[in-house]
Structure formats: C-alpha cells, structure tokens
C-alpha cells in the first residue's frame, strides 16, 4: 500500500518508520526548509532513529497525490495552512490520517473538522490517537492506540493496515471524545510536570481523577460520549503522558515552573487556549485548564496557582 507521511518531525518519521517496519511502501515529506529534513537528506536519521533506503524522502507534496493514504504529522496549529496548500492538488478518494493531537485556537475546531472542511467530500478522515513514546516503540516495546473515523469501512481499512504486534489499534467508537480527549491530555501533562517541578507529585492522583472528569464534561458538552474520558485517547494516555520522562509536554510544565528554557513549545501551550475558548463556548467549567493557562500565560504564581486549584472550596469528588 503507498503510503504519504507528511510531517518530518518526530512522531511523522516515527509514523514512517513504522509503517515500512510493517510492509508499507512509504514517502516520508518535509519542506525543504526543514532542519529535520534536511538531516534526512543527508544521513537519513535523526536523534530517535534511523529510516531504511526503502522509504522515499521528498521535499515536494505534491507527490502527496500518488498515494492511497496519506498521513498528517504536523504542529496542529498549521493544518489550515496544510491544508490550503493540499487543496492546489485536487486531492479525491484518499484516507486522510492526522495522527496529531489538538485543537485550532481561535476557532475551537477539531483537526477532522478542519481537514472534512478543505477537502473533497470522496476523500475520508480519520485520526490515530493514543499513548506510546518514540524511544520505547524503536525498542520493540509495543502498546495500544486508537484509530477513529466517522466512515466505518475506512476505520476498519486503516486498523486492518496498520496493525502490528507492536501496536495493537483499538475501533475508535466516538470521534468527538476521542479527538477532545487526546488533545486535552497534553494539558494535563503539563500540570502534572508543574507539580513535579515543584515537588508535588503526590497530587498527581487528584490531578488524574480531576482531569479526567473534567474533560468527561467537556466531551458530553460538545455532543460526545462523556466515557471517552476514560478511554485509550485520554486517561489510557495518562502513563505515558503525566509519569514517562519522555513525556514532551510533562517535561515542558516541570521546566517551565524551574525557569529552565525549553527550545520547543509543547503541544498543550497552544492547547490550553483553545480549551478556554471551548469552555466558554460550552458554558463547562475546567479549572485546571484555567490554572495552567493562567501560569503559562498571566505570569500567575505556579506554587501558589496550583495549591489553589488543590485546595479550593470543598466539592463533591464527582
């Protein structure tokens, strides 16, 4: 199957080399202007792995077009942009698959939401969703992740393609939930790395428990199934995202509260904005999303941020 993995950093060459680990015949693209890229080009590797001469590297997406599938391993913030380019292809009849994880500041959109919104309708979206880190899947250490899609004949195409022993993919059953869960967890993570840059990791499980109820909420505001929350693409993701020291986003929260500089912005910075946005949309509370906002963002005290969030008024648990 011809595969396209557009996105060179470090989940779309860890996509790429999975997929030809598995058997696919896969293109990996970057701009030409990728520093990522133009390592590729020149020795074929980068700090996590190493991709085999029989995957194709481009720096033209145009050659997106000649692919059955192509995935989409971007910044989310840029997938309008992406997708404004791809629109000059005409692309039709193609599996789109956006293993990212996010939510489009300034609109509140889904990633599939703005992917079904630039695209022919004969092409079908779906998104790979799930917990897993670079460094443990190269070392043959396997997992389980998600693959959802409003189309249910391109759900299972995917998962019947892509499945290996070292990811097992589940049947993903609620796009809005899965999709709301996977980026709100990067979030979490970034509380969760706070608390240990601060030496409150005990808070860790009221962090989890909390975090998982109120993005539960979130979820059955905008329509999805609440239990979700509780699935693969959200708490499932909790290990690998709020203990793992590979964690970006945990990583980046214990930095950011230790005033150590991070040379990239994890995921759930831009993120937590767009969670504020929904929250006043939907007319749901999410405190913890408002904590850490207001520490990234309003320069608030972390120590003292987070100790409030922890101590608030008493509520019940759920």
């Given at each position: 199957?011809?595969?396209?993995?557009?996105?060179?950093g470090?989940?779309?060459?860890f996509?790429?080399?999975?997929?030809?680990?598995i058997?696919?015949?896969v293109?990996?693209?970057?701009?030409?202007?990728?520093?990522?890229?133009?390592?590729?080009?020149?020795?074929?590797?980068?700090?996590?792995?190493?991709?085999?001469?029989?995957?194709?590297?481009?720096t033209?997406?145009?050659?997106a077009?000649?692919?059955?599938?192509?995935?989409?391993?971007?910044?989310?913030q840029?997938?309008?942009?992406?997708?404004?380019?791809?629109?000059?292809?005409?692309?039709k009849?193609?599996?789109?698959v956006?293993?990212m994880?996010?939510?489009?500041?300034?609109?509140?959109?889904?990633l599939?939401?703005?992917?079904?919104?630039?695209?022919?309708?004969?092409?079908?979206?779906?998104?790979?969703?799930g917990?897993?880190h670079?460094?443990?899947f190269?070392?043959?250490i396997?997992?389980?992740?998600?693959?959802?899609?409003?189309?249910t004949?391109?759900?299972?195409?995917?998962?019947?393609?892509?499945?290996?022993?070292?990811?097992?993919?589940?049947?993903?059953?609620?796009?809005?939930?899965?999709?709301?869960g996977?980026?709100?967890?990067?979030?979490i993570?970034?509380?969760?790395?706070?608390?240990?840059?601060?030496?409150?990791?005990?808070?860790?499980?009221?962090?989890?428990?909390?975090?998982?109820?109120?993005?539960?909420?979130l979820?059955?505001?905008?329509?999805?199934?609440?239990?979700?929350a509780?699935?693969?693409c959200?708490?499932?993701?909790?290990e690998?995202?709020?203990?793992?020291?590979?964690?970006?986003?945990?990583?980046?929260?214990e930095?950011?509260?230790?005033?150590?500089?991070?040379?990239?912005?994890?995921?759930?910075?831009?993120?937590?904005r767009?969670m504020?946005?929904?929250?006043?949309?939907?007319?749901?509370?999410?405190?913890?999303?408002?904590?850490?906002?207001?520490v990234?963002?309003?320069n608030?005290?972390?120590?003292?941020?987070?100790?409030?969030?922890?101590?608030?008024?008493l509520?019940?648990?759920?």
């Amino acid at each position: 199957m011809k595969i396209t993995v557009i996105g060179c950093g470090r989940w779309g060459s860890f996509i790429t080399w999975y997929l030809d680990h598995i058997g696919q015949q896969v293109t990996l693209y970057g701009r030409k202007t990728s520093a990522h890229m133009q390592r590729f080009l020149s020795e074929r590797k980068n700090d996590l792995l190493t991709l085999p001469e029989s995957v194709t590297l481009t720096t033209c997406l145009a050659s997106a077009a000649a692919s059955e599938i192509i995935v989409i391993s971007i910044n989310s913030q840029g997938l309008q942009k992406l997708m404004d380019e791809l629109k000059a292809l005409e692309l039709k009849n193609k599996k789109i698959v956006l293993c990212m994880k996010g939510i489009e500041i300034a609109t509140g959109r889904r990633l599939s939401q703005i992917a079904g919104e630039n695209l022919d309708g004969s092409n079908k979206i779906a998104v790979w969703l799930g917990p897993g880190h670079v460094q443990e899947f190269t070392r043959g250490i396997p997992n389980c992740m998600v693959i959802d899609s409003e189309d249910t004949e391109t759900k299972a195409a995917l998962i019947d393609a892509f499945s290996s022993p070292l990811i097992r993919f589940y049947y993903g059953q609620d796009l809005i939930g899965n999709e709301i869960g996977g980026a709100a967890k990067n979030v979490i993570g970034i509380a969760a790395g706070m608390l240990d840059g601060l030496h409150l990791s005990t808070l860790k499980g009221a962090l989890m428990s909390r975090g998982t109820r109120e993005v539960a909420r979130l979820i059955k505001a905008m329509g999805g199934n609440e239990l979700s929350a509780y699935g693969l693409c959200h708490l499932g993701d909790y290990e690998a995202t709020v203990f793992s020291e590979f964690s970006h986003n945990r990583r980046f929260g214990e930095w950011f509260v230790q005033g150590k500089e991070s040379h990239d912005l994890a995921e759930g910075y831009y993120t937590v904005r767009a969670m504020l946005f929904l929250e006043e949309k939907y007319g749901v509370e999410l405190p913890i999303c408002r904590t850490v906002y207001q520490v990234l963002y309003e320069n608030r005290e972390p120590k003292e941020a987070l100790e409030d969030l922890f101590t608030r008024s008493l509520k019940n648990e759920f």
